[in-house]
């Protein structure tokens, strides 16, 4: 069944409309006297969702509207608190108690059920009534602004101003403006070739005032030319109009037309065989793109087009075939620049700057990240602020949490506004959810996405196998509208890590407070209203300063609670019936005591205690947290998990320590699909023959060290061992993903046969002599990481011969090798890598062997796909040798450990636009790294 969204527009409606309808099922039919209650409060409730949804696409909807919002949203949580109360408490699994005392208990129970459904049909009767009153009050109140209604002033597009800045008044300007200039007449002649070249990036950034002054530089040279903005929600009709309007030098009122496609045909017809510059700004999406330039023929040579978006799909497109044009991604301002723009709007210059006022100058302009529109607005801030050191610290403090209450913020509100509305509503919520973090942080995809799976925040859609899949492309998505930024890059172009902007988070927590959807404490700076219900709670510590959740706030239904800081107060857990998400990694602070209350999070799916190392056991009760879906327990001090955690239905993934034990019944966990880390000599016989039952399992990672004893007799119970969990993983036909430490004869012995299905294989701390045979077979294997004694041309025809192969990573870890002295000569294998070993997918390929000998020859069409990178470690104590036909690479990477002299020589010229080189290479000459003449770095 699909999961019902809880959204930042429409708060918990979709799911209570969900539970709503369970209620009038088969398995609540005996609640007759509420059917007809919840069938007409169902249908109140789908009118408001609708409702919602629709205002919440306005970028300022009526202080009124706003205020009926909050008091919906608020509203639907507590009706699914109430309704998750009332289900939690009637549901029971119909078992036959057994014994005297359990049918006494049984039958108190059902009394207890009794007085439950009297609750809930009392219940849904006062939530009818108040989402009733509600309405009526936001009706009445809707008739009196209507009648007493004035009209309101329009904030002028800070985009508009931007076109009549003279160029004087611009700074950093000029090497922009160049570059596009450059673009635009690069090549053949403008006067034979159409150019377009499209601006892309995040609001803020100058894109408009960058197309206005190449526009205002080039204008001259053409006859027909035009000007647009097309916005968020563009008329395409008035866009065409006037742009037929500038081109031929008719009165807008003389551009009507019959309809959008004779005018696109007018202005197209007019055009042909004409030189046009047109610039066509603030784009939002693919398909207007697609109807505007139907209206430019591109047979008409020497005509330029500039476009502007925030989107780089939308660039894409716009560059893309019939126009072929270029992309510019525009970039912050430099320090000089944004200094010069920041001093002279306050005092002229730098020079005139106080010498107080100097190093929290410094500290305003860092926060302000070198983007223009928030230099201006906070200069315009400041330029209103009492010239004291103490005042100007405070707008530093609270940079963004004053943007609502001072008007020269206005235009970059205005601007982040824009970009947030665009937002589908799931990706609205996914981006608020952001602000639960510190500034500054760097975000874990994986750590966000499943943060919004756990809230129900999104589902599974068509063409995801997964919701986590789906949680990908809305991450993606956040980046390629440039509202979340990547940091650290993962294989084939994935990201796996964000930030944020300091204005985007600014933004994001302004909307957040404003909707209630997340509460923050421990912020500097911002306020936290009392006496409230808390939807979502971030607490985030300085350090050594104890920080304590004020006693004002309502925790009995927070949803989310995220703790950072060493610092932080543990609140109790008997707090928090209703939460669904609890993060306590790397709490120092947080100890065995304070999970004693975990149990009566019923409706908890997300429990992250990683690195919380003063917790040495989970209570029993933890196996009544029957929606949990993740549980890490990783990097603690957990030697031993609760035999209840086999009643976790739910669960997916179970992060332990490597000395933690499994208790008996594990293969109950028909749902875990990953399972690490499993210290396989510290398990008992039984709980690894269970392992061949967990058939959803998909990534798995044993460690086969022995932490504790070394006698024969344990010897040979650990090769029993061995024997059954390769036994068990020859049965794991669903297995994906398979990380081996500790364990080169379990790798070079026990693994064959495998199951066919793997797709990633990692051999950690486990040198094998050789590429096992049976890894021949693994044909849908994609990643390899292994640790070799010695590679050879033997092991190059196993791994070549594998289809489709994608990242191969190997490590030369001989042990007499790791003991030779830098003056030893150790073994050198020459390998050559050509065509006939195959290798038809490989995009990255990592080769170390700084303790032994190579050299390798790469011959014409070895790893034909190679593009991503390419990394060799060399051994100090010889001079290796690297012979290379591998084109097209984007990354070649040559560590020469030690500092010794090295040689890379190339027998066939190859594109290589970089070397990239590591402090091991600081002392090696520049002369011995020997490329061909064409491609000398």
């Known amino acids: 069944m699909e999961v019902a969204l809880v959204s930042a527009a429409t708060g918990a409606l979709k799911p209570v409309l969900g539970k709503l309808a369970t209620l009038l099922g088969d398995e609540y039919k005996r609640f007759k006297g509420v059917h007809r209650e919840i069938k007409s409060l169902s249908s109140e409730l789908a009118a408001m969702e609708a409702f919602l949804l629709k205002i919440s696409e306005e ?38 108690p057994d014994g005297f005392l359990e049918k006494m208990k049984n039958s108190l ?78 090549g053949a002649s403008t006067q034979e070739k159409m150019k377009l070249v499209s601006i892309v990036g995040s609001g803020g950034m100058g894109k408009t005032t960058l197309a206005n002054q190449v526009y205002q530089d080039l204008k001259g040279e053409f006859e027909y030319r035009a000007f647009l903005s097309v916005s968020r929600n563009p008329d395409m009709m008035n866009i065409m109009r006037t742009i037929f309007s500038e081109v031929s030098g008719q009165r807008y009122a003389d551009t009507e037309a019959g309809s959008l496609q004779q005018l696109i045909s007018k202005i197209n017809d007019f055009l042909v065989d004409k030189r046009y510059f047109i610039v066509v700004d603030d784009i939002w999406d693919v398909g207007t793109w697609h109807v505007i330039n139907l209206a430019f023929p591109v047979t008409s040579a020497g005509s330029i087009i500039i476009t502007t978006t925030r989107i780089n799909d939308v660039a894409e497109s716009c560059r893309s075939t019939p126009f072929s044009g270029d992309i510019y991604c525009i970039r912050p301002l430099d320090m000089v620049h944004s200094s010069k723009l920041f001093y002279t709007r306050l005092f002229n210059s730098e020079e005139n700057c106080p010498s107080y006022l100097k190093i929290v100058s410094e500290h305003i302009l860092k926060k302000c990240a070198r983007l223009p529109l928030a230099i201006i ?89 997964t919701t986590y899949e789906f949680g990908k492309r809305c991450f993606n998505e956040l980046i390629n509208r440039s509202l979340i930024q990547p940091v650290e890059a993962g294989k084939y172009d994935s990201v796996k890590s964000c930030r944020l902007h300091d204005t985007i988070l600014d933004f994001i927590i302004l909307k957040s407070t404003e909707e209630n959807f997340v509460t923050l404490v421990g912020v500097p700076s911002l306020t936290i209203g009392t006496k409230r219900k808390v939807r979502r709670l971030s607490l ?113 993934h179970l992060l332990i320590t490597t000395e933690a034990i499994l208790p008996c019944g594990i293969s109950k966990l028909q749902t875990l699909e990953k399972l690490s880390l499993v210290s396989v000599y510290s398990q008992s016989f039984n709980v690894l023959r269970e392992f061949e039952k967990l058939q959803s399992l998909k990534v798995l990672t044993l460690d086969l060290e022995d932490y504790y004893n070394s006698t024969d007799r344990v010897n040979a119970e650990n090769e029993s061992k061995q024997t059954i969990i390769a036994a068990s993983l020859k049965n794991l036909g669903n297995l994906l993903s398979l990380t081996v430490l500790n364990g080169p004869e ?192």
């Open 59 to 96: 970028e300022d909807p009526d202080i009124q509207d706003k205020v009926w919002m909050n008091e919906i949203r608020e509203l639907s949580y507590d009706m699914e608190d109430s309704i998750d109360d009332f289900m939690q408490s009637v549901d029971d699994g119909d078992t036959k």
């Open 109 to 186: 129970g059902k009394l207890g059920k009794m007085k439950a459904r009297r609750r809930i049909g009392n219940e849904i009767h006062d939530l009818k009534k108040q989402i009733i009153e509600v309405a009526e009050r936001n009706e009445r109140y809707k008739q009196a602004r209507e009648a007493f209604s004035k009209a309101k002033n329009t904030t002028i597009d800070s985009r508009a101003l931007a076109i009549f800045k003279h160029a004087s008044e611009l700074v950093g300007i000029d090497e922009p403006k160049a570059e596009v200039i450059k673009l635009l007449t690069k």
């Open 377 to 465: 607005a906070i200069s315009g801030l400041l330029a209103n602020t009492e010239r004291s050191e103490g005042q100007w610290k405070q707008v530093e403090g609270s940079i963004g949490r004053a943007h609502e209450r001072n008007p020269n913020l206005e235009g970059m509100m205005k601007i982040l506004s824009l970009s947030y509305f665009d937002l589908p509503a799931h990706l609205k919520s996914c981006l608020l959810c952001l602000s639960i973090f510190p500034e500054d942080s760097i975000i874990k995809k994986k750590v966000l996405i499943n943060k919004w799976i756990a809230e129900r925040l999104i589902h599974t859609e068509g063409g995801y196998s």
């Open 540 to 652: 985030q510590a300085r350090k050594q300063e104890e920080l304590i959740v004020p006693t004002g706030l309502v925790l009995s239904h927070v949803r989310s609670l995220d703790v950072f800081g060493e610092s932080v107060k543990i609140p109790s857990m008997d707090k928090f019936r209703h939460l669904r998400f609890l993060d306590f990694k790397d709490c120092k602070q947080l100890e065995n005591d304070h999970l004693e209350n975990i149990g009566k999070l019923f409706q908890l799916r997300y429990l992250n205690l990683g690195g919380a190392d003063n917790v040495s056991k989970l209570p029993e009760q933890l196996g009544s947290l029957w929606c949990l879906e993740i549980l890490d327990v990783s990097r603690t001090s957990i030697c031993e998990l609760p035999p209840s955690i086999v009643n976790l239905k739910r669960l997916v």
């Open 746 to 937: 379990f790798v070079r012995e026990s693994l064959c046969p495998i199951p066919l299905s793997l797709q990633k294989l990692k051999v950690v701390r486990s040198s094998i002599p050789h590429v096992p045979n049976w890894m021949g077979s693994l044909v849908n294997l994609q990643d390899i990481c292994l640790e070799l004694v010695r590679t050879e041309q033997k092991d190059f025809y196993i791994l070549g011969g594998l289809p489709i192969l994608r990242c191969l990573i190997l490590r030369i870890r001989a042990s007499e090798s790791m003991n030779i002295q830098l003056t030893e000569e150790p073994r050198v294998t020459r390998v050559i890598v050509c065509g006939e070993v195959g290798f038809p997918c490989l995009k990255k390929f990592v080769y170390d062997s700084r303790y032994a000998g190579m050299n390798f020859t790469f011959a014409a069409g070895a790893m034909p796909m190679l593009k991503a990178q390419f990394r060799v470690s060399c051994n100090p104590a010889v001079i290796s040798e690297v012979h290379h036909c591998i084109s097209e690479i984007e990354r070649f990477i040559f560590f020469c450990h030690g500092g010794v002299y090295c040689s890379l020589q190339s027998n066939y010229p190859f594109k290589l636009p970089r070397f990239v080189c590591d402090s091991f290479l600081l002392n090696v000459k520049t002369e011995h790294l020997l490329c061909s003449p064409k491609t000398r770095t």
